[in-house]
């Protein structure tokens, strides 16, 4: 006598717990960043653009571990 069990399905990952999305976040963050630190008008764009790359980059070493 053998008896049958289904398969459990696989719950999906929340969007902030996928590596593909997030992955796409932080190199637009990335991108930002650089465009902040070499554009001419807006000084206060300047001054945060050293952030918005280390954060960036920090973000994207830290989601390109998530699994697939």
């Known amino acids: 006598?053998?008896?049958e069990t289904l398969p459990i399905p696989k719950k999906k990952r929340a969007?902030?717990?996928?590596?593909?999305?997030?992955?796409n976040f932080a190199t637009a963050l990335i991108a930002l960043g650089f465009l902040m630190l070499f554009?001419?008008?807006a000084l206060v764009?300047?001054?945060?653009?050293?952030?918005?790359?280390?954060?960036?980059t920090v973000m994207f070493i830290i989601v390109s571990k998530f699994p697939e």
């Open 39 to 41: 554009q001419p008008f």
């Open 15 to 23: 969007f902030f717990f996928r590596r593909g999305p997030m992955e």
């Open 45 to 56: 764009l300047y001054t945060w653009s050293l952030v918005t790359l280390l954060a960036g």
């Open 1 to 3: 006598m053998t008896i």
